[in-house]
């Protein structure tokens, strides 16, 4: 196991832990229910730190939403594809 997990992100640019990214597309469950399918779409274009990267190059980033019955957390993996490193 690599002990600095990177991956790319659409222009080939290297990630790694820490680095923040823009989200650019998501792949939610097609059997999501419509409230977690509208905050993963949310999630695009929002800009986040890379939490960890697993072993198929997926980069996970967290986002914290204010929910009706308090904070909620979302959690997605990012194909290279799926995301633009930031500028630092």
Request: aromatic content about 6%; glycine content about 10%.
């Amino acid at each position: 196991m690599n002990a600095h997990p990177a991956t790319v992100d659409r222009h080939g640019n290297a990630v790694q832990l820490g680095d923040r990214v823009r989200i650019l597309a998501v792949s939610p469950d097609p059997d999501m229910d419509e409230d977690d399918l509208d905050m993963f779409n949310d999630m695009i274009g929002s800009t986040c730190e890379v939490e960890r990267i697993d072993d198929e190059g997926a980069a996970w980033v967290a986002i914290w939403w204010n929910g009706f019955d308090g904070p909620l957390l979302t959690t997605v993996g990012l194909a290279p594809g799926q995301m633009e490193k930031a500028a630092a």
